[in-house]
Nanobody
Framework: QVQLVESGGGLVQAGGSLRLSCAAS????????MGWFRQAPGKEREFVAA????????YYADSVKGRFTISRDNAKNTMYLQMNSLKPEDTAVYCC?????????????????WGQGTQVTVSS
């Protein structure tokens, strides 16, 4: 069993930056692929970014490519999402997820464990 806890959300003006963290329990973290998803009010949860167990394979949604950077530190059991040039349309609850497989996926159903989420609000 893996428990995931997100932090780092908040209120920021458009053009600003935030860094989200996802702390994981359990020794299996370094063998799992990890991902970030987000859900805006009235919308379905959508893929944001994902990273393989080693960090060697990374995927981004087109909407965040060039602005967001996903990374992980297996020694600290922590994954990060650096978000720059934030836009009002990035406003959402951001959740991290873990997949019991070393390679990342883009679909929600591919992930086995989920955090509760952290709110990101971008004002215009």
């Amino acid at each position: 069993q893996v428990q995931l806890v997100e932090s780092g959300g908040g209120l920021v003006q458009a053009g600003g930056s935030l860094r989200l963290s996802c702390a994981a329990s359990g020794r299996a973290f370094s063998t799992y692929a990890m991902g970030w998803f987000r859900q805006a009010p009235g919308k379905e949860r959508e893929f944001v970014a994902a990273i393989s167990w080693s960090g060697g394979t990374i995927y981004y949604a087109d909407s965040v490519k060039g602005r967001f950077t996903i990374s992980r530190d297996n020694a600290k059991n922590t994954m990060y999402l650096q978000m720059n040039s934030l836009k009002p349309e990035d406003t959402a609850v951001y959740c991290c997820a873990a997949r019991r497989y070393p390679h990342p996926g883009l679909a929600r159903v591919q992930y086995d464990y989920w955090g509760q989420g952290t709110q990101v609000t971008v004002s215009s």
